[in-house]
Each structure stands twice: as structure tokens, then as C-alpha cells.
Antibody, heavy 118, light 107 residues
Framework: QVQLVQSGAEVKKPGASVKVSCKAS????????MHWVRQAPGQGLEWMGI????????SYAQKFQGRVTMTRDTSTSTVYMELSSLRSEDTAVYYC???????????WGQGTLVTVSS | EIVMTQSPATLSVSPGERATLSCRAS??????LAWYQQKPGQAPRLLIY???TRATGIPARFSGSGSGTEFTLTISSLQSEDFAVYYC?????????FGPGTKVDIK
């Protein structure tokens, strides 16, 4: 069965960077794009970007351009999302999500809470 | 960029009653619209895709309708486990966009 297992919670200071991982199993890693979605406390869902695990190409939401980098390691079936220049507004749960047979998110990681606080 | 809106923000319903949630897109998304359910502390769960197709394992009391810019999620008879937040999401255009959510709580 498809599983997406994310790294643990992080606490960072303003201005720092955070790197969240998402390890995939139960399917061919390079066959499906991976998305990242975040959710601030008590707020809705916000799409951040997408990575093609096969070639490594990426596309980011305009809001995060210049601050986010998505990478992958095919040897471990893991994708990474790094967000830099953190500010308090980046405090959120970050999810990796994979589409199913359609282009919507059938599979989600458990989420990683990133807290930005001085 | 497509903007998704949902109404109402909160819906108070008694168990066994029907709930009707609305979602609107700022421009046509054809039938490329999904609905998700989210409970506190959990990741979202896909309920409906293609505006009206239930995802695997989703009970028949959940149904979706609409196309273009107007969509509806109906829960025919609310069960205790259905009290949650529901999000719509368009996957017709980039960037992907979610609505702000409708919270369904107990009346």
C-alpha cells in the first residue's frame, strides 16, 4: 500500500531554514509527481509546489519562489522540501501529497509541524 | 490564478440530517474538482474527485455535483464521524487551489 512518511517536528528561529523529508513506499517512486501543501494553525490548505521524482524538475507557487527548494533522492525514494528565510507566518503543518489515478491528492503524509519562533 | 470560495463557513447540523456545502471557482474548472474531509490532527482525506465520483471506500451518503464554476457536496444523513472540515480543490489549472473550508459541526 502507498505510504508517505514524513520527518518529525521542527522548531526554527526567524531567518533560518528548514528541510522536511517525505519517504515514499508501496509504489514506483519515479512514476508519480509529489506535491507539497501547508496548513497554518487553524487555517486552510495552501499549495506550495510540485516535483517530478523522475527527472527532478520542479514548479513552485509564486508566493514561495526564491524561498523554497524541492529535491529528491531516488536511491531512498525520498523527496525533500526546504524553506529558507523563515518567518513566524511560516509556522504550519507541511504535508507531502501524491495524486492517484486522477490529478487530485489520494495519498498524504502525516504532516510535519514547523514552528518558527524566536 | 483561480480563487476558490466555499459557503457557508460553518454549518451546524443535527446527526441524521442532510448537509449541503457549496464551492465556487472564479473561473471554469470543468469537472476537475475534488472534495476533502479533514479531522483535527489528521491529514485531509479525499472524498470526491471529478466533481461527482466517490473515492475508494467513501460511503454512498457522500455525493458531489456541479461543473464549471459551481459545485456542491451533499452528505445525505450525517453520522457522528462526519463532523469535520471540508475543503474543495481545483486541479484544472496551475497553481492548484483549495477553498477556505466549511466546518460541519454538531447542532
Amino acid at each position: 500500500q502507498v505510504q508517505l512518511v514524513q520527518s518529525g517536528a521542527e522548531v526554527k528561529k526567524p531567518g533560518a531554514s528548514v528541510k522536511v523529508s517525505c519517504k515514499a513506499s508501496g509504489y514506483t517512486f519515479t512514476s508519480y509527481y509529489m506535491h507539497w501543501v501547508r496548513q497554518a494553525p487553524g487555517q486552510g490548505l495552501e499549495w506550495m509546489g510540485i516535483i517530478n521524482p523522475s527527472g527532478g524538475s520542479t514548479s513552485y507557487a509564486q508566493k514561495f519562489q526564491g524561498r523554497v527548494t524541492m529535491t529528491r533522492d531516488t536511491s531512498t525514494s525520498t523527496v525533500y522540501m526546504e524553506l529558507s528565510s523563515l518567518r513566524s507566518e511560516d509556522t504550519a503543518v507541511y504535508y507531502c501529497a501524491r495524486v492517484g489515478s486522477t490529478s487530485c491528492y489520494a495519498y498524504w503524509g502525516q504532516g510535519t509541524l514547523v514552528t518558527v519562533s524566536s | 490564478e483561480i480563487v476558490m470560495t466555499q459557503s457557508p463557513a460553518t454549518l451546524s447540523v443535527s446527526p441524521g440530517e442532510r448537509a449541503t456545502l457549496s464551492c465556487r471557482a472564479s473561473q471554469s474548472v470543468s469537472s476537475n474538482l475534488a472534495w476533502y474531509q479533514q479531522k483535527p490532527g489528521q491529514a485531509p482525506r479525499l472524498l470526491i474527485y471529478g466533481a461527482s465520483t466517490r473515492a475508494t471506500g467513501i460511503p454512498a451518503r457522500f455525493s458531489g455535483s456541479g461543473s464549471g464554476t459551481e459545485f456542491t457536496l451533499t452528505i445525505s444523513s450525517l453520522q457522528s464521524e462526519d463532523f469535520a472540515v471540508y475543503y474543495c480543490q481545483q486541479y484544472n489549472n496551475w497553481p492548484r487551489a483549495f477553498g477556505p473550508g466549511t466546518k460541519v459541526d454538531i447542532k
